[in-house]
């Protein structure tokens, strides 16, 4: 398998694993060796890895490699760019709003829901694979993916809008393709699926950090949503900090039976996982276009 499950001792406790109990927020923070954080914690985060790599950094230890990069100078909470990310904002909203009808807006956010939990389990296992750690341009973001498994209270503790933050570089990415591929600003429906894509990513970002929140600090409506089954449950998640084998998708966990089987049974190599992906960032949001308009338009013209 890609990513060998891990001994309950080797790493520091998972906060995550207290977040079922009703206990106090105190011993969730207490038990990432962290305390109560109410503003900006990248500092502290990042001092909590650095004194860590210097304590237990050894090659014996399976986070080694994110060890040792810490130990280089590698920072792991990353002040991304507020600026460009208020600018994606900015231009999804835009893309919603330049949907022709309430009908059409709800089938592109659902389409892209959708796609957007099929990717972020394949984009999980991939960024989750030690072996990737080296890879020019996925380097970074598997040494923060990495690092969340040493300290998942992390993304409880950052801002939401630098967990949308790390985002930064790959909606870029997807954006400037889909501009290539089809100049998506020009026509008001693509702009409206590409930016639901773009929405639904950072929803993701919002489920999987929901996921970690101390019970007393989810809202009712993320919990609602959570019951639902449209944001991935804390009990999912758990399940993926204990092993790391499962509970890869991180937007609305349904597409778990799916991805696990795929990944233990049918899919071995972490090679044609990592061929999906690219092939996923490239194409995907294109393909989920071409196939959303072509049924919406089918279905007008059949209920008329
Ligand atoms: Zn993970
Ligand atoms: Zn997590």
Redesign the pocket.
Known sequence: MCVSARSETATPPAA?SDTSASGSIKRYYDNAGLGRQDGDAIDQLNAFMTKQAHKVWSPDNEDYKVYEMVRQGHVVFKRRSMPLLYFYWATILVGLLRTPSLLFLAGALASTYVYMELYSAVLHIVLDNPAFIKVPGLDQPVFEFLA?HIL?VE?AQRRYRDICGDLNVIVGLIFAINLLLFDWMKDGRVMCVVAAGGAMAYLGQFA?RQ??MPPSKVSPFARALQDAGLLVSPHL?RA??RTYDRGFAILGGWSEGLITTLYHHVVPSQYVWLALFAVMTVFGLAGVVKIYIPAYDAFVAFAQ
């Open positions: 995550v969340h998942p993304i999987h996921a970690h998640h993926h900090h």
